[in-house]
Every structure is written in C-alpha cells, then in structure tokens.
C-alpha cells in the first residue's frame, strides 16, 4: 500500500502563491503517476494536474499556465506550486497515486484546505 502525506495548505489573498507538498511512503516501488485533485463545496471532486515517472505532466485547462506540478521520483515527493490564484481556486485538494496507465487512483492523501480571500 502506498501512504500519502499531504502538507502546505492555508490562506492565501487572491494574486498570491501557494505550494502544496504531498509525501509518499509503503509500497512506493508502484507509484506510476502521482497528482492533485481539488473539491470545492458543493462542487464534484476535479484532477487539477499529473505527472508520471517519465515527467510528463497534465493540467486541466482552468489552471494551465498558473500551476506546476513537479517532483516524484527521486524523493517520491510531489509538488504543486500554484500562483496567480483565485478565489475559484479554494478547496480541499487531494494527494492521488496511481499504480496503472489509467482508472481512478489507488491512493488517496487525506486533503489540504486552501482558501483564497478576495
């Protein structure tokens, strides 16, 4: 089993930058992909971004160009670096892994609450 471990959530003004931190630990020889989803109130669970052990990374359209996503590997650490943000942005974000090319995560972090004042 993998352990995800998430940290680096708080508040933040609109415009400013946050970095989330998400740990893995256990079985993390199976981490293929690792990445971020967010859920606002009242709103679906979102994949924000990805990125494999080949480094090759996935933003959904509302936060290319204002988030990266960058680590695995080496320190089986994931990082989110997200700028710009907005209030849209406010959520609890979620830590996923995969062990597989596709299908939902096999791993879940507990979450990471982010809030954006305006």
């Known amino acids: 089993q993998v352990q995800l471990a998430e940290s680096g959530g708080g508040l933040v003004q609109a415009g400013g930058s946050l970095r989330l931190s998400c740990a893995a630990s256990g079985s993390i020889f199976r981490i293929r992909t690792m990445g971020w989803y967010r859920q606002a109130p009242g709103k679906q669970r979102e994949l924000v971004a990805t990125?494999?052990?080949?480094?090759?990374?996935y933003y959904a359209d509302s936060v290319k160009g204002r988030f990266t996503i960058s680590g695995l590997n080496a320190k089986n650490t994931v990082y989110l670096q997200m700028s710009s943000l907005e209030p849209e942005d406010a959520a609890v974000y979620y830590c996923a892994a995969w062990s597989g090319p596709t299908g939902p995560p096999d791993s879940w972090g507990q979450g990471t609450q982010v809030t954006v004042s305006s």
């Open positions: 990125i494999n052990s080949g480094g090759t990374t």
